[in-house]
């Protein structure tokens, strides 16, 4: 069983910078894709940031050079940093992996005051 437990949410101004923390127990740390996805108030949950087990990352547009995934193998964690952060850069953000079964964080809140 995976369990992934976040860490690092927070209100902050905008054009400020917050890291998130995944932790992942388990097995699949090391080979499998680690994700970061967000969902703002009364909207779907979206895909922000990927890095896979061979450390190729891929990030929505709307992120793009302000945010950074990167993992540590060493310690099973994979951490977002987010620089120039806007308004809308405001939700729950989870960290999820897996492949058939998808494992999920419970989530930690960023708010981003304008």
């Known amino acids: 069983q995976v369990q992934l437990v976040e860490s690092g949410g927070g209100l902050v101004q905008a054009g400020g910078s917050l890291r998130l923390s995944c932790t992942a127990s388990g097995s699949v740390f090391n080979t499998h894709a680690m994700r970061w996805y967000r969902q703002a108030p009364g909207k779907q949950r979206e895909l922000v940031a990927v890095?896979?087990?061979?450390?190729?990352?891929n990030y929505a547009y709307s992120v793009k050079g302000r945010f950074t995934i990167f993992r540590e193998n060493g310690k099973n964690t994979v951490y977002l940093q987010m620089n120039s952060l806007k308004f809308e850069d405001t939700g729950v953000y989870y960290c999820?992996?897996?492949?058939?079964?998808?494992?999920w964080g419970q989530g930690t809140q960023v708010t981003v005051s304008s």
């Open positions: 999820n992996t897996g492949l058939v079964n998808q494992y």
């Open positions: 890095v896979t087990s061979r450390d190729t990352t």
